[in-house]
């Protein structure tokens, strides 16, 4: 019996940490005093359409950095099948452009691998395609 309850417990725990990171994210994510900010057209993207995808670094102090290189992945979170390389060109003043035609709606990340300011910079964003 004793088992059985620190088992249940040890799920609970579990299933309690997992829907923790299940709520929305922020379209802005930071580290090391870096921020990457998304915005994406049309606000109503869908799938199978082209949908252009813009990214900004801006630093502690909201000046915008230039990105020394910068590698984007796109994946769904839900599923497995592989992921999508968006091609970002600049744009200038620090900002970056990509388009790019989704394979699916549904709940996508951006997984970005930069260089910003002679540091390493990765970060994660979630972006919902089409469903609304
Ligand atoms: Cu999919």
Known sequence: MRTTALRTTVLLLLLSILAAGCGP???ASASGGVTAELSVS?????????VTVR????DAQ??????????????MTEMSHGAERLMFRSTGRGRYEASHVFSMDGEWEL??????AGKEFTTTLPLRIGGE
């Open 55 to 58: 990214l900004r670094f801006t």
């Open 42 to 50: 049309p606000r109503s993207a869908a799938a199978m359409r082209p």
């Open 111 to 116: 997984q970005v691998h930069a260089v910003v």
């Open 62 to 75: 909201g000046g915008v950095v230039p990105a020394d290189s910068l590698e984007v992945d796109a994946r």
């Open 25 to 27: 994210r922020p379209q």
